[in-house]
């Protein structure tokens, strides 16, 4: 189980922060220690803007135990604004609602319960952009 207060400090899951390159302008996420551009090592903190488009999904019937109450839920692909790539739950959509390119949001939400104590650990959820 992970410690509640180092899950909390983890920049990328709970505030969407990346690095940008300070010399060629690459933004990795999450966060490495040399751009792979450039091999620089001089980055600043950058905040996603939370807003994407699915690359590519797939929908999860069979579940690990900590999610067979969720199945079917859909696992995709999110290419955000910003150019970089996430991994990510689809969520409050039907599966037939996807389409490549699809927009998203990102929302802030619960992601499972750890351990004996059962420690919620949150993160960050794509919702699909209907107009």
Known sequence: MKS???????PQRYRLEAQKCKQ???IHFPPRLIC?????????DVHLAGKGR?????????APAKFDLEAPYV??????EEGVRLTCQVV????EELALNAPVEMVFRRIQED?????IQYGH??????E
């Open 36 to 44: 792979d551009a450039c091999q620089s090592r001089d980055f600043e």
């Open 75 to 80: 696992i995709a692909i999110v290419e955000m």
């Open 54 to 62: 699915v690359l590519t999904w797939t929908v999860i019937h069979v």
């Open 92 to 95: 409050d959509c039907n599966p």
């Open 125 to 130: 959820k794509a919702v699909l952009q209907r």
């Open 4 to 10: 509640p207060q180092y899950t909390r400090e983890i």
């Open 115 to 119: 351990g004996q104590a059962d420690i």
């Open 24 to 26: 060629c302008g690459k």
